[in-house]
Antibody, heavy 122, light 112 residues
Framework: QVQLQESGPGLVKPSQTLSLTCTVSGGSISSGSYYWSWIRQPAGKGLEWIGRIYTSGSTNYNPSLKSRVTISVDTSKNQFSLKLSSVTAADTAVYYC??????????????WGQGTLVTVSS | QSVLTQPPSVSGAPGQRVTISCTGS?????????VHWYQQLPGTAPKLLIYGNSNRPSGVPDRFSGSKSGTSASLAITGLQAEDEADYYC????????????FGTGTKVTVL
């Protein structure tokens, strides 16, 4: 059974770059032709899709974040990563990684990692 | 950036039936894209509840059901139980947002 675990700094200074890694266990990140996604949730608010990556490296990003987001994959480590540049307090949120099921226009997310809280503050 | 609208809250007594609506537009649900539903228990990550409009993953009780019509979708919970108290989110795809996945605004279900 595939499991995902987010890791990275819990505190990032304004204007710096937020960097998170999602480690996939229980299966190869390269098998099954899956996409992999990042999703975030500010405290007390709803979910926001950040972007997705295919194991080939092909990516799609939320247009509202596209200029600041980079998602990459390292198949040798069974990991994929998120970088969000020029962060502000508005980027404070719980960040989740998730496996994408189905083709991009019909996809859903399952399973999810447990989430990691990232606070942007000086 | 929620383009899918849900009621902020719904409530019901144990054993009752509640429904949660998810209203979209012609660029997402109305365009024929599937709707999926997630349950988020307090302090935990979202969990897939319904995929492909009406399909339940293994392990999800048949008290949960989904449907879609036109530009809207619905999640129904029958035989409401205390453990169903959670936030529920719908999710779909929007062709007007460069192929973005979009989530609903979320609904808090309270068991009275």
């Amino acid at each position: 059974q595939v499991q995902l675990q987010e890791s990275g700094p819990g505190l990032v200074k304004p204007s710096q770059t937020l960097s998170l890694t999602c480690t996939v266990s229980g299966g190869s990140i390269s098998s099954g032709s899956y996409y992999w996604s990042w999703i975030r949730q500010p405290a007390g608010k709803g979910l926001e899709w950040i972007g997705r990556i295919y194991t080939s490296g092909s990516t799609n990003y939320n247009p509202s974040l596209k200029s600041r987001v980079t998602i990459s994959v390292d198949t040798s480590k069974n990991q994929f990563s998120l970088k969000l540049s020029s962060v502000t307090a508005a980027d404070t949120a719980v960040y989740y990684c998730a496996r994408v099921r189905g083709i991009p226009s019909l996809n859903w997310f399952d399973p999810w990692g447990q989430g990691t809280l990232v606070t942007v503050s000086s | 950036q929620s383009v899918l609208t849900q009621p902020p809250s719904v409530s019901g007594a144990p054993g009752q039936r509640v429904t949660i609506s998810c209203t979209g537009s012609s660029s997402n649900i109305g365009a024929g894209y599937d709707v999926h539903w997630y349950q988020q228990l307090p302090g935990t990550a979202p969990k897939l509840l319904i995929y492909g409009n009406s399909n339940r993953p293994s392990g999800v009780p048949d008290r949960f059901s989904g449907s879609k019509s036109g530009t809207s979708a619905s999640l129904a919970i029958t035989g409401l139980q205390a453990e169903d108290e959670a936030d529920y989110y719908c999710q779909s795809y929007d062709s007007s947002l460069s192929g973005s996945n979009v989530f609903g605004t979320g609904t808090k279900v309270t068991v009275l």
